[in-house]
């Protein structure tokens, strides 16, 4: 059975540190494109972070390059998003997705574009 659990996620205020991580269980991370989705209240998903399969490039979205760090454990089976200078505009849902590539961050993103998708932790992050 296929499971991606979060964790990490809390409050902190402006320009304080989190490290969220996933963990994955009924896969291997390193098969799959490993993303990291927000969703800010009242809006849609966003594509925050994603590692590739095997070679390991990640890539950021532009309001997070910088500040975030996309990484995967093969043993652990498990991909984290080390995330510093947090501010307001980074409260939202955070989700953990797999997928069999890159497209499922082109257009608008729905969770059945994944193969697999988390729960989510919250990260509030207050001025």
């Known amino acids: 059975q296929v499971h991606l659990v979060e964790s990490g996620g809390g409050s902190v205020q402006t320009g304080g540190s989190l490290k969220l991580s996933c963990a994955a269980s009924?896969?291997?991370?390193?098969?799959?494109?490993m993303y990291w989705v927000r969703q800010a209240p009242g809006k849609g998903l966003e594509w925050v972070s994603i590692?590739?399969?095997?070679?390991?490039?990640?890539y950021y979205a532009d309001s997070v390059q910088g500040r975030f760090t996309i990484s995967r454990d093969s043993v652990k089976n498990t991909v984290s998003l080390q995330m510093i200078g947090l501010m307001p505009e980074d409260t939202g849902m955070y989700f953990c997705?797999?997928?069999?590539?890159?497209?499922?961050?082109?257009?608008?993103?729905?969770?059945?574009?994944?193969?697999?998708w988390g729960q989510g932790t919250q990260v509030t992050v207050s001025s």
């Open positions: 009924g896969f291997t991370v390193s098969s799959y494109w």
């Open positions: 590692i590739n399969s095997g070679g390991g490039s990640t």
């Open positions: 997705a797999a997928a069999t590539g890159p497209f499922a961050a082109r257009g608008t993103l729905s969770p059945d574009r994944f193969a697999y």
